[in-house]
Structure formats: C-alpha cells, structure tokens
C-alpha cells in the first residue's frame, strides 16, 4: 500500500488549505482513512477520520474547521481545513486504517503516507 499526501504549504491565520492523499495497493473503499498531525516538539495526534460509508469523526480541536471527505473512484482522500490559526501549523499525515480500528489512534492504522507540511502564520 502507498500512500502520498500533496497539499501543504504556507498560509495565513484564517485561511484555508485543502490537503489530498491518494491511496494505491489495495481496495480503498473498504477501509477507513484518518488524518493526523504532528507539531514541532510534540506526538502525533490524531485530526479525524472517514469510515468506509462516509461518517467521519474529528478531534474537538478541529470541529467545525476541519472537514475529511473522500473519493472512491479516484481513491484519494481529503481534507479540507479552513479557519486555519497557528496552533494548526504541523506536518500532516494520512492513514489507512486496518480492519477494526479503533479509528480514533494511531494503532488502528496499517498503513501512513510521508507527511505534508502546513504552516499558518499569525
């Protein structure tokens, strides 16, 4: 399974950016795909997921900013991230989940993409 996440970038405080993850290797429709961060100098917390049918679920954080969406024809995952603020700024991460989850940490995922970068500037 590979993954790629595209997206990141610079943006200011208030802005929006949407990150993408393309999947390959195995039937995408079948599994859950998360979203996860990771700020300088601290874990890895999780950001949201989408499960197999399109319900998603996301951190207090990033309710109401956050948005993960999915494509299954093109196998590519999204997030769509707006009212960006600073504290936002991190490498994010995609993941396909494995059978059972749980969906909501990190060990209920088989597989991760490389990391895109986003910085929110205040």
């Known amino acids: 399974v590979q993954l790629q996440a595209s997206g990141g970038g610079l943006v200011q405080a208030g802005g929006s950016l949407r990150l993408s993850c393309a999947a390959s290797?195995?039937?995408?429709?079948?599994?859950?795909m998360g979203w996860f961060r990771q700020a300088p100098e601290k874990e890895r917390e999780f950001v949201g997921f989408?499960?197999?049918?399109?319900?998603?679920y996301y951190t207090d954080p990033v309710k109401g900013r956050f948005t993960i969406s999915r494509d299954n024809a093109k196998n590519t995952v999204y997030l769509q991230m707006s009212s960006l603020k600073p504290e936002d700024t991190a490498v994010y991460y995609c993941a396909q989940a494995g059978t059972y989850g749980p969906y909501n940490s990190a060990r209920g995922y088989d597989y991760w993409g490389q990391g895109t970068l986003v910085t929110v500037s205040s």
């Open positions: 989408i499960g197999r049918s399109g319900g998603t």
């Open positions: 290797g195995r039937t995408f429709s079948s599994y859950a």
